[in-house]
């Protein structure tokens, strides 16, 4: 079977600073991700990172707190984790609509 040559695709992970250090960045990595963080002033060796692709950081996080306006996500009512996605899936369409 032909494989499609996502072998070499790097994900992005745009994280937060807090999470900027070795070991968290190594098994981003590992797992075929690629850790979009800033690193810390007062780090020695200062890894590059895409600037741009981290100031969409904010977008991430007025979506989720969008999301957790609706009560049902917040405290989590639902039992099985299908109809959890599938009320996740309404608040999404919801915040589109509005």
Same mark, same amino acid.
């Given at each position: 079977m032909k494989r499609l040559g996502l072998d070499n695709l790097q994900v992005p992970l745009i994280m937060?600073?807090?999470?900027e250090g070795n070991q968290?960045?190594?098994l981003a990595q590992?797992?075929?991700?690629?850790p979009v963080v800033p690193?810390? %002033?007062t780090r020695r060796d200062p890894c590059e990172y895409d600037a741009?692709?981290?100031k969409r950081r904010n977008?991430?996080?007025r979506l989720f707190g969008r999301i957790k306006r609706f %009560? %049902?996500?917040f405290t989590r009512y639902d039992k099985t984790d299908l109809m959890f996605s599938a009320f996740i899936t309404v608040?999404?369409?919801a915040d589109m609509l509005r």
């Open positions: 937060d600073r807090a999470y968290t960045r190594w590992a797992m075929g991700l690629e690193p810390l %002033r741009d692709l981290y977008e991430i996080e %009560r %049902r996500v608040t999404l369409i």
